[in-house]
């Protein structure tokens, strides 16, 4: 493209269509072409921007056949323009690797509208190759006991990386998948979930996957739990591996909201974090859950540098009488080998030196998880601040 002028590649039998659309696409450079052989002759000998496949071929044996021209130009833009959509032509055009698909006739503002797509997928793709060696990072909250908070971890620290960074860049995967609360939480109403990717696992693409994620108002994403507790069993530990794998692809930050217990699927889930939150709650009940889960995960030899620990509803009195890191995290053979321990606000190696921040730990939390969003320095700002005092006067609370 040159000067806002689009060399275009017209590929239908219907010469009332070829003329019509030459017609609209006065301006620019356009070609024909009668069938695949034609148009990879086009595609070899003239520079073309975008091909616009007609109505004759609107049809998954037509759109395979069309599909053939990524032999010859795989990165082309192709548009389907089909007398009637359905959603048979549509999964097989955007699988083959079809740009867009419009319902003919053919106006000035479809296609005005399908080249601003294409403009927007060429600005995304140029995009993508400055990230093509950069790998999402996946931070998994995780607790042993419910009711610890654990879901609400997850959503105010998804939402505090989109604040801070491209919130497009941003997924919450649901694993909970009997009684996931992600989307309630967010206020968030999904048409599809992680059962549609389990249906159709065996095609399951990125392109597929982005279209079964629900959008936050903030601009993130949602891979939802299933929406009734019996569909879980068709979500298998190769769906959920398959999908941070693409996931990983697809964005920055990959934050994982688990089932409170140990199973195949959270286990496969933690192997593969960079991070791990583990959430606990100030209770005896909750505490005794968290020195299991470790003593657990030690057995399994879980590098135990990717924990950090999160002490929710703490504040000055809970601590001091709470049971202590040492009493909660012993076992009879050793403490876990420096686990990275953390309470909002406060990051520290072994036994945590307890503070309290009083609601400024979704910040501290997130200025601890890798990534290229915020400079050391900043993060180090960050933490300076919120283990100061909440009431004003700067004092840390002991």
Not at 306 to 329: D, P
Request: glycine share 6%; net charge neutral.
């Amino acid at each position: 493209m040159a000067d806002g002028t689009y060399s275009i590649l017209l590929v239908d039998t219907d010469d009332d269509f070829v003329d019509d659309a030459k017609a609209l696409l006065e301006g620019n450079k356009v070609y024909s072409a009668r069938n695949v052989t034609d148009a990879q002759r086009r595609l070899v000998e003239e520079g073309i921007d975008v091909a616009i496949v007609g109505p004759a071929f609107a049809h998954e044996a037509g759109v395979a056949e069309m599909a053939l021209m990524f032999d010859v130009r795989p990165s082309l833009p192709v548009v389907l323009v089909t007398d009637a959509l359905n959603t048979d032509v549509l999964k097989a055009a955007l699988r083959s690797g079809f740009k867009d698909v419009i319902e003919a006739p053919l106006t000035l503002r479809k296609v005005e509208e399908a080249f601003g797509l294409l403009d927007q997928l060429a600005r995304r793709e140029d995009s993508l190759v400055l990230r093509k060696n950069r790998i999402g990072k996946v931070v998994t909250i995780m607790s042993p006991k419910g009711g610890a908070g654990k879901t609400m971890t997850t959503v105010n620290t998804a939402l505090s990386l989109a604040q801070w960074g491209d919130p497009t860049r941003v997924v919450i995967i649901d694993a909970d998948l009997q009684f996931g609360d992600v989307c309630i939480s967010l206020q968030v109403d999904p048409k599809h979930t992680i059962v549609d990717a389990a249906r159709d696992i065996d095609k399951l693409d990125e392109q597929l996957l982005e279209s079964l994620l629900a959008r936050h108002t903030s601009g993130m994403r949602v891979l939802s739990a299933p929406l009734e507790p019996s569909l879980a069993d068709e979500v298998s530990t190769q769906v959920v591996v398959k999908t941070i794998g693409m996931l990983k692809r697809m964005f920055d930050y990959i934050v994982i909201d688990t089932a409170p217990f140990l199973d195949e699927p959270v286990l496969s889930i933690l192997e593969r974090s960079d991070v791990v939150l583990l959430v606990v709650d100030m209770d005896l009940p909750s505490v005794k859950n968290a020195k299991l889960a470790l003593d657990t995960l030690r057995l399994i030899k879980f590098p135990f540098e990717k924990i950090k620990l999160i002490l929710n509803r703490v504040n000055s009195k809970a601590v001091s009488t709470s049971m202590s890191w040492r009493e909660a995290s012993a076992s009879k053979s050793r403490r876990p080998s420096h686990p990275t321990s953390w309470y909002p606000g406060r990051s520290t190696k072994g036994n945590p030196s307890f503070r309290c921040t009083r609601g400024r730990g979704w910040r501290a939390t997130c200025a601890v998880l890798p990534g290229s969003w915020l400079t050391e320095k900043s993060k180090n700002q960050l933490l300076k601040r919120t283990t100061a005092g909440a009431d004003g006067s700067g004092r840390r609370h002991a």
